[in-house]
C-alpha cells in the first residue's frame, strides 16, 4: 500500500483527513495524494474571480505541502487539480493512480461546512475504487492504532474484509476485534452468523494477528457497532458498504451511512466488488 487519496477542500475537515492519512502514510512509507476539485459553474463575467481563485488554491496546496515537508520529509505529497462533479472526479483520480486507500473528512450528521467534504464523503465511499477512510474533524489522530473492529453479518461480502483488516493490523501492530452480531431471531440466519464466525476465527488462528472474538444482539446495527466500539477503544471500524438486498441477512450495507456519519472514530468502508475484481 503505497499510494495515499486525500480528497481535500481547503476546510478543517479536509485538513483533518490529511493529517490522518499522514498518520498512515509513516507506518506504509506512502506517498500522499492530495486532490482538489473545482465544481464551481460560473459565466463568463465570473471567469476571470475563479480563476484568480484557482491560483490562490494551487499556491495553497503547494504551501501545505511545503509545511508538511518540514514535519514529516519522509513522506511525499504531490497535488492534483479536477473539475466536475466532486465524488465522480476524485473516483477516476484515484482510479487513475492506482490509490490503495482514499481519505476524506465527514461533518457527521449534526454538522455544517460550507465545503464540500462533508456532502460528498458518502458518495466517495460508494464510488471510489479502494477503500475508503472517513474520519471527522473533532476525532484526535492516535500515536499508534490498537484496536481494529470488523462486524460480522451473514452475507457473503462480510468475509471479505478480513484478509484486509488483517493486513492492516499487521502493518501498526493491532489486534483485531471480531464482532458476531445478531439481529434477527431466525435461527437459520443466526446459525450462518456462528458459522462465518468460526471461519473468521479460523482464519484468525492462522495468522499472528491477536484478536477478541465477541457477540452482540443488536436491535440496530449501528448502534450496536459504535457502543462496542465506545466500550472496546476501537480506533478503527472497518466495514462493507454495498450489498445487493437489505434482508435480515445482508445488513451492515444498509447502516454504512448511519456509521459514517455518526461513529466518533474513522471508519474504513470497503466494497466487495473490490475483491470479486482480484478473484477474477
Known amino acids: 500500500m503505497k499510494t495515499l487519496v486525500v480528497a481535500y477542500d481547503f476546510s478543517k475537515n479536509a485538513e ?56 514529516l520529509p519522509a513522506v511525499t505529497i504531490k497535488y492534483h487539480l479536477g473539475k466536475g462533479k466532486i465524488y465522480q472526479e476524485v473516483s477516476k ?10 481519505f476524506t473528512g465527514t461533518h457527521g450528521i449534526s454538522g455544517y461546512e460550507q465545503y464540500w467534504i462533508g456532502s460528498n464523503a458518502y458518495r466517495i465511499t460508494t464510488s471510489a475504487p479502494c477503500p475508503v477512510v472517513t474520519v471527522r474533524c473533532n476525532y484526535e489522530v492516535p500515536e499508534k492504532l490498537t484496536n481494529i473492529l ?21 502493518i501498526f501492530g493491532a489486534r483485531i ?47 450496536a457497532i459504535l457502543n462496542y466500539s465506545d466500550e472496546n477503544k476501537i480506533d478503527l471500524i472497518t466495514i462493507m458498504t454495498e450489498q445487493e438486498t437489505t434482508t435480515a441477512s445482508r445488513f451492515l450495507g444498509p447502516y454504512a451511512q448511519q456509521l459514517i456519519n455518526s461513529a466518533a472514530m474513522p471508519v474504513m468502508s470497503l466494497r466487495a466488488t473490490y475483491y470479486e475484481q482480484d478473484e477474477d
Request: hydrophobic share 40%; aromatic share 8%; no cysteine.
Open 16 to 71: 483533518h483527513a490529511l493529517e490522518y492519512a499522514m498518520f498512515f502514510a509513516q507506518h506504509l512509507s506512502a506517498t500522499i495524494h492530495l486532490v482538489w476539485i473545482d465544481n464551481s459553474t460560473t459565466n463568463e463575467m465570473l471567469d476571470t474571480i475563479e480563476e484568480e481563485l484557482r491560483i490562490e488554491k494551487k499556491n495553497y496546496l503547494k504551501g501545505l505541502i511545503t509545511d508538511w515537508a518540514e514535519k
Open 177 to 223: 476485534h471480531l464482532l458476531k452480531l445478531y439481529n434477527s431471531p431466525l435461527g437459520v440466519i443466526r446459525k450462518r452468523i456462528d458459522q462465518f464466525g468460526e471461519e473468521a476465527k479460523k482464519y484468525m488462528d492462522d495468522s499472528d494477528v491477536p484478536y477478541i472474538l465477541s457477540t452482540k444482539e443488536a436491535n440496530n446495527v449501528a448502534t
Open 150 to 170: 470488523l462486524p460480522l453479518d451473514s452475507s457473503l461480502e462480510t468475509r471479505k474484509k478480513l484478509p484486509f483488516a488483517v493486513k492492516m493490523a499487521e
Open 93 to 102: 483520480t484515484a482510479t487513475r493512480l492506482k490509490a490503495d486507500l482514499l
